[in-house]
């Protein structure tokens, strides 16, 4: 079945670090990719999408390049911020499928 | 901006009792979801719903769960007599019709099951 693989967490970085956070996604067709946040107490918010493959979703900074050759969709920012710290979850919905199929999620915290 | 909310953030219940979780999703949206997060792991799909009637569900949506919209705003996940197991945070999502597949959270229901 579908599935999503996150790179294993947690992530400690400095503030204006650069981040990356791994994703790696099985599915059959096209499906369209997202990166969810969930910043403490609350719940998941849409960070980015992208639905065909070399579409890059970008917000806040963040940004996630749909790569169909490598099955990835890795987040990345140039500079995170102490704000950013929270709970990161890859995400992808099958072509045709209603569900949204989560990966593990990675919690990224950023120290001043 | 709208927004998916849910009632109550937080419910403590005795095993085997009777619960019903409540949310009202964004109001031109069609398309309604029940997702659980069980403390430290990945969020489950657990139902999806459409023109009344269930679409989608997995194998953790067994009898002992079910989703009404009684009204034209609501959306409830019931569990008729829970388990320590089903302690969870519980996210409704609701999306409009065609779109991208987004989807957009409400910020879920702490279920604590004792």
């Known amino acids: 079945g579908d599935s999503v693989t996150q790179m294993e967490g947690p992530v400690t970085l400095s503030e204006e670090a650069f981040l990356t956070i791994n994703c790696t996604y099985t599915a059959t067709g096209y499906p369209s990719l997202f990166w969810y946040v969930q910043y403490p107490g609350e719940g998941l918010q849409l960070l980015l999408k992208?639905?065909?493959?070399?579409d890059k979703g970008s917000n806040k900074g963040f940004e996630a390049t749909y790569r169909k050759e490598t099955t990835s969709f890795h987040l990345e920012k140039g500079s995170v911020q102490v704000s950013d710290s929270a709970v990161y979850f890859c995400a992808l919905s099958a072509q045709g499928a209603q569900k949204l199929v989560f990966g593990q999620g990675t919690r990224l915290t950023i120290n001043p | 901006e709208p927004e998916v909310t849910q009632t109550p953030s937080h419910q403590v219940t005795q095993m085997g009792q009777e619960v019903i979780l409540r949310c009202v999703p964004i109001s031109n949206h069609l398309y309604f979801y029940w997702y659980r997060q069980i403390l430290g792991q990945k969020v489950e799909f657990l139902v999806s719903f459409y023109n009344n009637e269930i679409s989608e569900k997995s194998e953790i949506f067994d009898d002992q769960f079910s989703v009404e919209r009684p009204d034209g705003s609501n959306f409830t996940l019931k569990i008729r007599s829970t388990k320590l197991e089903d302690s969870a945070m519980y996210f409704c999502?609701?999306?409009?019709?065609?779109?991208?597949?987004?989807?957009?959270f409400g910020p879920g229901t702490r279920l604590t099951v004792l």
């Open positions: 999502a609701s999306r409009i019709a065609g779109g991208l597949g987004e989807q957009f």
């Open positions: 992208a639905t065909k493959a070399d």
